[in-house]
T-cell receptor, first 113, second 108 residues
């Protein structure tokens, strides 16, 4: 079975721009979660989608949004980029939303200049 | 104060020794606890999870949970150089919180 895939793998943007990241979960997985990882703050939970509905949300500003499609693929959007948004963005999928069965993708590394 | 605190290390142990990684959490409502291993430049991978007080063993790994003290630990027995990585502790109650990780180096 193919693993979680994320595109693009690397991205450079400038302040004020917006960006959309994509995540394709493992086949059959209905839950997709997004995380931000930075050296200073570590790994932080952004949000979780299950069957196209946002089920849980972390403490991030409204500039961070996401959605999930009927095929379980998910996108994450960040508007009005700030320098502090430079990070590794990870998505993880699981069949049912349980953390015990969650697998991470390789991540998208975003650099904001 | 972060929801999950870990000693950032680095922690160095000789090959074959026991590595002990510790973590405290602040949300008493947390119900489940996780340990992830993250190699440099790679994604986290789940190695242990624990819900109940006490010990849970899986191969060379033992997770320990003490809810009264809000303390979680991971013991790695017979440490191998391949165990060299950053270990992330996480708690889940209403939300999923991660520590910043402990860097472990196993010296051959």
């Amino acid at each position: 079975k193919a693993g979680v895939t994320q595109t693009p793998r690397y991205l450079i943007k400038t302040r004020g721009q917006q960006v959309t990241l994509s995540c394709s979960p493992i086949s059959g997985h209905r839950s997709v979660s997004w995380y931000q990882q930075t050296p200073g703050q570590g790994l932080q939970f952004l949000f979780e989608y299950f069957s196209e509905t946002q089920r849980n949300k972390g403490n991030f500003p409204g500039r961070f949004s996401g959605r999930q499609f009927s095929n379980s693929r998910s996108e994450m959007n960040v508007s009005t980029l700030e320098l502090g948004d430079s990070a590794l963005y990870l998505c993880a999928s699981s069949p049912d939303g349980n953390r015990e069965t969650q697998y991470f993708g390789p991540g998208t590394r975003l650099l904001v200049l | 104060q972060k929801e999950v605190e870990q000693n950032s290390g680095p922690l160095s142990v000789p090959e074959g020794a026991i590595a002990s990684l510790n973590c405290t959490y602040s949300d008493r409502g947390s119900q489940s606890f996780f340990w992830y291993r993250q190699y440099s430049g790679k994604s986290p991978e789940l190695i242990m999870f624990i819900y109940s007080n006490g010990d849970k063993e899986d191969g060379r790994f033992t997770a320990q949970l003490n809810k009264a003290s809000q303390y979680v630990s991971l013991l790695i027995r017979d440490s191998q150089p391949s165990d060299s990585a950053t270990y992330l502790c996480a708690s889940f109650g209403n939300q999923f919180y991660f520590g910043t990780g402990t860097s472990l180096t196993v010296i051959p």
